[in-house]
């Protein structure tokens, strides 16, 4: 590894050297070949370099190949707002693009302040929003590296939905539906005013906190609870969005819709890509100037990003995702019968996340759980981690996966259970 990088840029687990990526593989500098059940961290949901969203970056590149948008206009990104526009939620109708997730959650909150005029927001445990100031000081999950953020002093935070927390006998979704509620409750007794919040913001699926699928009743009570405050709803969709959960996002799949919300990640198959998304009366809120960006809305990762939604269509990826992971949490079902190591398996579409604990106490093993991310590694499957113990694995393979590479991963994962 080289000395000129920064460690924080190449300490995670576990920095495999690869050469070339295609389709579902990474083909790595140790002549092996891996099947890659990351997507790039749900951004390769077309698969990696898919040949024609290849083609639509070499085409754009022969024309244009920055903009900044606001100074020059061009047909990419004029083309792009457009069909986005056909995919989202209703309302959710208007653009401000960026290139990261971080980007369009900064946005995003930046815009619900703008708008309310107030000047608090409330997250959840275990969320992740990104790395910039304002990200990372709403962020929980990564709470180490948060020690010398907590003067932001602008957040608040409550329980996500506690799925596994549920006495026996009692609903699910009722059970956590009370909770939220008290959790409010208790929040606009002693913390802050609901007049003083201008946004909740939250992630439809918990990514890094574990890969946790709330009842669609406890989202919709979170915009109920919005309503009854003014305060405005952001759903960050920039892990569950593009196809991951079976739609083209998660607000679909849970019949709920955001105020605002962030996409990115897979949105351009791997060209840096984000937007904030709301409506046209909100965005005409937000003062000139007090955003921008000189990158944002680059017109070859436009041209990427059409290519990446017409994949998604021509090949009926959304079906895919939702047939493909019904398999694998089928098959994983069986594999967890014969494996103690193996917790509470649990997926929607191709979000999967597989538990490991320890097989006398059931507590989370983290330890457990990156010896078979290794193992498997040396076996030539990639998977990655998440989890507040760092004790899940999440299979998030592309979107274009089959089931004899599904068959093959996880005949793989088993041997490295065992
Ligand atoms: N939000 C969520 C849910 C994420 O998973 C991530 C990245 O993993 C981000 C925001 C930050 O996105 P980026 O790394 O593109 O800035």
């Given amino acids: 590894m080289s000395d000129y990088l920064a460690p924080s840029m190449a300490k995670d687990h576990p920095n495999l050297p690869v050469v070339k990526e295609e389709g579902c593989y990474y083909y790595g500098a140790d002549g092996k070949t891996y099947l890659d059940f990351t997507?790039?961290?749900?951004?390769?949901?077309?698969?990696?370099?898919?040949?024609?969203?290849?083609?639509?970056?070499?085409?754009?590149?022969?024309s244009l190949m920055h903009g900044?948008?606001?100074?020059?206009?061009?047909?990419?990104?004029?083309?792009?707002?457009?069909?986005?526009?056909?995919?989202?939620?209703?309302?959710l109708d208007c653009f401000f693009f960026a290139n990261s997730g971080t980007e369009a959650i900064e946005g995003a909150m930046k815009l619900a302040k703008y708008v309310t005029k107030r000047p608090y927001v409330i997250s959840f445990t275990g969320c992740f929003h990104g790395r910039s100031l304002g990200a990372l000081g709403v962020s929980t999950s990564k709470s180490k590296y948060?020690?010398?953020?907590?003067?932001?002093?602008?957040?608040?935070?409550i329980p996500y939905a506690d799925v596994a927390g549920c006495p026996e006998g009692e609903s699910v979704a009722d059970y956590c539906v009370n909770e939220l509620e008290k959790d409010f409750?208790?929040?606009?007794?002693?913390?802050?005013?609901?007049e003083e919040v201008a946004c909740v913001i939250l992630e439809p699926v918990l990514g890094e906190g574990g890969y946790l699928i709330p009842p669609k009743e406890w989202l919709q009570k979170v915009r109920e609870i919005c309503d009854r405050h003014g305060m405005l709803l952001i759903f960050d969709e920039v892990q569950t969005g593009f196809g991951r959960t079976g739609d083209w996002f998660a607000a679909q799949t849970f019949d709920v819709t955001p105020d605002i919300m962030a996409i990115a990640k897979g949105i351009a198959s791997g060209m840096p890509l984000s937007a904030?998304?709301?409506?046209?009366?909100?965005?005409?809120?937000w003062p000139m100037g007090t955003h921008g960006t000189t990158f944002g809305g680059n017109p070859i990762a436009c041209s990427a990003a059409l290519a990446t939604l017409d994949v998604i269509e021509e090949e009926k990826l959304l079906a895919n995702s939702r047939e493909m992971g019904a398999y694998a949490l089928e098959k994983l079902a069986l594999i967890k019968e014969k494996h103690h190591v193996i917790g509470d398996v649990r997926g929607v579409g191709l979000m999967i996340g597989?538990?490991?604990?320890?097989p006398q106490?059931?507590?989370?093993?983290?330890?457990?759980?990156?010896?078979?991310?290794?193992?498997?590694?040396?076996?030539?499957?990639?998977?990655?981690?998440?989890?507040?113990h760092q004790e899940v694995i999440r299979m998030i393979p592309p979107l274009i996966i089959e089931k004899e590479q599904i068959d093959e991963g996880l005949r793989i994962f088993e041997e490295a259970v065992m």
Avoid: W
């Fill in 276 to 285: 904030t998304v709301a409506s046209k009366e909100l965005m005409s809120q």
């Fill in 361 to 388: 106490t059931g507590a989370p093993d983290g330890n457990g759980m990156m010896r078979i991310l290794d193992l498997a590694l040396e076996k030539g499957v990639l998977f990655y981690l998440c989890g507040k």
């Fill in 185 to 194: 409750e208790r929040l606009f007794d002693h913390q802050v005013t609901p």
């Fill in 39 to 62: 997507s790039g961290i749900a951004v390769a949901n077309t698969g990696h370099r898919h040949p024609k969203v290849v083609q639509a970056i070499k085409d754009g590149a022969d």
């Fill in 354 to 358: 597989i538990e490991i604990v320890d």
């Fill in 68 to 91: 900044p948008s606001g100074v020059i206009m061009y047909d990419s990104i004029l083309k792009l707002a457009e069909r986005l526009q056909g995919i989202m939620p209703e309302n």
């Fill in 146 to 157: 948060r020690k010398f953020l907590q003067p932001n002093g602008l957040t608040y935070q």
